[in-house]
């Protein structure tokens, strides 16, 4: 189970971290995405870390202002939002690729098992 | 980046009667060193998240119904619902994970005639 929490809503140019709290399966193991959905749009892929952190890609729309990383400690994952633009309105979902990822192609896989979802408003 | 075109974006079906929709991709997503298409079909219901399908172009989830089915090599790919159910009204999406940053298409919409 992928459970998303830290939306809401937020002026542009500020900052907002999402979480996505993981149970159920064995965290370290998987490599994990971030795919958002505007509204009434289709999906958009975000970024995808690898089981163990040590690699991560990211959709050009958020390259150098969101930020993945993961607590496997604590199974969660996180996605740091800086400096963001009313085009990133939409709600947020977290989801599991069936296995760690290979690091070494930055490789990943579908994805198998989804959160619910955030929903992230950007609006002054 | 990898385009991914869906055709049609929106189709409306008798209860019973089959579905076909069509993705196409702006290059390749088969890796001839394994044989295997990088090629996923996910459906989302209203309010509800994306829940996946198909995977390989071919290889049904478990616990998907064996009316959806999936083919397709290269860049040309189909998602088939042999007998349309109610509970089968959904947007529908392919997606290919050939390479990042990994790419969806447009959606088609699927609804009762």
């Known amino acids: 189970q992928l459970v998303e929490s830290g939306g809401g809503v937020v002026q542009p140019g500020r900052s907002l971290r999402l979480s996505c709290a993981a149970s159920g399966f064995t965290f370290n193991n998987y490599a994990m995405h971030w795919v958002r959905q505007a509204p009434g749009k289709g999906l958009e892929w975000v970024a995808v870390?690898?089981?163990?952190?040590?690699?991560?890609h990211y959709a050009d729309s958020v390259k150098g202002r969101f930020t993945i990383s993961r607590d496997n400690s604590k199974n969660t994952l996180y996605l740091q939002m800086n400096s963001l633009r009313a085009e990133d309105t939409a709600v947020y979902y977290c989801?599991?690729?069936?296995?760690?990822?290979?690091?070494?192609?930055?490789?990943?896989?579908?994805?198998?098992?989804w959160g619910k979802g955030t929903t992230v408003t950007v609006s002054s | 980046d990898i385009v991914m075109t869906q055709s049609p974006d929106s189709l409306a079906v008798s209860l019973g009667e089959g579905a076909t929709i069509n993705c196409k991709s702006s290059q390749s997503v088969l890796n001839t060193s394994n044989n295997k298409n990088y090629l996923a079909w996910y459906q989302q219901k209203p309010g509800q998240p994306p829940k996946l399908l198909i995977y390989?172009?071919?290889t049904r989830e478990s616990g998907v119904p064996d009316r959806f089915s999936g083919s397709g090599s290269g860049t040309d790919f189909t998602l088939t619902i042999s007998s349309l159910q109610a509970e089968d009204v959904a947007v529908y999406y392919c997606?290919?994970?050939?390479?990042?940053?990994?790419?969806f298409g447009q959606g088609t919409k699927v609804e009762i005639k």
């Open positions: 989801a599991r690729s069936p296995d760690g990822g290979n690091v070494g192609l930055g490789r990943y896989y579908y994805m198998d098992v």
């Open positions: 390989w172009a071919s």
């Open positions: 997606q290919q994970y050939y390479t990042t940053p990994q790419t």
């Open positions: 870390i690898s089981y163990d952190g040590s690699n991560k």
